[in-house]
């Protein structure tokens, strides 16, 4: 199994402040990574790091065998890593298809218009609205936008940042389709940030959980499912047959 990314003792810094403390995971080629921790953990400063939108005073980052620590975004992005940032980041007067155009922007090819049409038939929705303003999407189309105009780069690495964000039930389901399907049938590794810890498990092949800036848990997903922390502090299940035992004050059983 080849490891399209990997990260060792990184520390990422706001100002005098450490975001992330010696960070060190791996991403195999061709799975679903997920990153799992509550707000402030350090998750969406890791994508940064990784995207090249901030830069780690110590520790490297190697994509495809090649560190990119320092490089420019524009750089990492051509390289073939997407970064779909938290708050469904699309432009705002802009048409869809525009937006989708501007996906493309470090393209030379001329299969441009047939990766739109990939997108489309990905995102129906989006077809319908393909002259509307993006200001005028609610936040699940906008959402599929985002998805789309990173697809527009042909990534092989694509880093989401909370894509279940202020989503029903419903769309968090279809947009967890979704990201399955790209990594099956498009072979787009993607390494998912997510506060909805039930998703992220239940689409990802491995995840690691963060505290406080660092990695405190790795395994499969199908393990982590099934660890009685990650039940209790993640999805909220406790253990009725316990009589008036107050669980919220027990150690975690992670390093």
């Known amino acids: 199994m080849t490891n399209i990314l990997e990260l ?32 402030g953990a350090g998750k969406t400063t890791v994508l940064k790091t990784i995207s090249g939108a901030m830069e780690p005073l110590k520790g490297s980052v190697t994509y495809k065998g090649f560190e990119i620590q320092g490089q420019d975004p524009d750089a990492i992005a051509r390289a073939g890593i997407a970064h779909v940032p938290e708050g469904r980041e699309v432009f705002p007067f802009l048409s869809v298809d525009e ?11 001329n299969d441009v218009q047939s990766d739109i049409d990939m997108v489309y038939d990905y995102f129906p929705v989006l077809k319908e609205l393909i002259r509307s303003q993006a200001v005028n999407l609610s936040g699940g189309q906008q959402q599929m936008l985002a998805i789309g105009r990173a697809l527009m780069l042909r990534p092989k690495l694509m880093l989401l940042d909370e894509p279940s964000l202020g989503l029903s039930p419903r ?43 660092r990695i405190v848990m790795e395994d499969t997903c199908e393990r982590l499912q099934d660890a009685q922390d990650i039940k209790e502090f993640y999805l909220g299940m406790k253990d009725e047959g316990v009589r008036g035992r107050r669980r919220w004050k027990q150690r975690k059983t992670w390093r």
């Open 171 to 213: 769309l968090v389901q279809e947009i967890s389709e979704i990201i399955v399907r790209l990594n099956k049938e498009q072979g787009v590794t993607v390494l998912l940030v997510e506060q909805n810890a039930k998703m992220a498990l239940d689409v990802g092949d491995f995840g690691y959980v963060m505290e406080i800036g």
């Open 99 to 109: 937006n989708l155009w501007m996906g493309a922007f470090a393209r030379r090819d």
């Open 8 to 39: 060792k003792n990184v520390e990422t810094y706001y100002g005098p402040v450490m975001a992330i403390r010696g960070v060190s995971m791996i991403v195999p080629e061709g799975h679903i990574v997920s990153l799992l921790g509550a707000n």
